[in-house]
């Protein structure tokens, strides 16, 4: 079964620039997650959706950044404008019920130049 | 609220010796603990979780963990090491009721050395 998909893997751009990162949660699964892994900070959820509804963007970091849902099967996180202090990994995660174990994918490596 | 200690940011055994990672846990409620293996490059993989059953928990690639109330920890073991479980782990704790977000430790890198 295919898991959780992202793109692009690697992302590297100038300052400035708008971003957009995509993300395919596993077919079935209700929950939708936007994390953001860097040295300093670890681990940070971002947003999470359920059922393509937004319910906590407590840790979206300030209004360049922005997440969507148009469906059940792709997100988007997007940054505009980026800033070099946003390269991190992002990662998506995907769980079915509550409950349900998160399940990550490969997230993708962003550099602002 | 609810947060995980790892209490050892680097772990380094050798391969065939036994492997102990620790985690801490504070939380007002009984809560949902699991153990997540991150490889270079790669996303997060679930090793095993618990979520009120049994205290003690078995998890893929022999690893498991035992639930202490009584010490607030989670501690991940496996009897012995293998060269592929080189990487990152993180202790994560979940707040009961239905709740979706996760609280991740900082890490414990494990480094196997043959």
């Known amino acids: 079964d295919a898991g959780v998909i992202q793109s692009p893997r690697h992302e590297v751009t100038e300052m400035g620039q708008e971003v957009t ?26 947003i999470y959706f359920n059922n393509n509804v937004p319910i906590d963007d407590s840790g979206m970091p300030e209004d360049r950044f922005s997440a969507k849902m148009p469906n059940a099967s792709f997100s988007t996180l997007k940054i505009q404008p980026s800033e070099p202090r946003d390269s991190a990994v992002y990662f998506c995660a995907s769980s079915g019920q509550s409950n ?14 | 609220a609810q947060s995980v200690t790892q209490l050892d940011s680097h772990v380094s055994v050798s391969e065939g010796t036994p492997v102990l990672l620790r985690c801490n846990y504070s939380s007002s409620y009984s809560p949902s603990l699991f153990w997540y293996v991150q490889h270079p490059n790669k996303g997060l993989q679930l090793l095993l979780k618990y979520t009120s059953a049994a205290t003690l928990v078995k998890g893929i690639n022999g690893f498991e ?10 501690h991940l073991t496996k009897p012995s090491a293998h060269m592929s479980d080189a990487a990152e782990y993180f202790c994560v704790v979940r707040a009961p009721g239905g709740a979706q977000k996760l609280v991740f430790g900082q890490g414990t890198r494990l480094t196997i050395n043959p």
Do not use: V
């Open chain 2, 65 to 74: 963990a035992e639930f202490k109330k009584s010490e607030t920890s989670f």
């Open chain 1, 100 to 113: 349900q174990p998160q399940h990550f994918g490969d997230g993708t490596r962003l550099s602002i130049l």
């Open chain 1, 21 to 46: 990162l995509r993300c395919k949660p596993i077919s079935g699964h209700d929950y939708l997650f936007w994390y953001r892994q860097t040295m300093m900070r670890g681990l940070e959820l971002l």
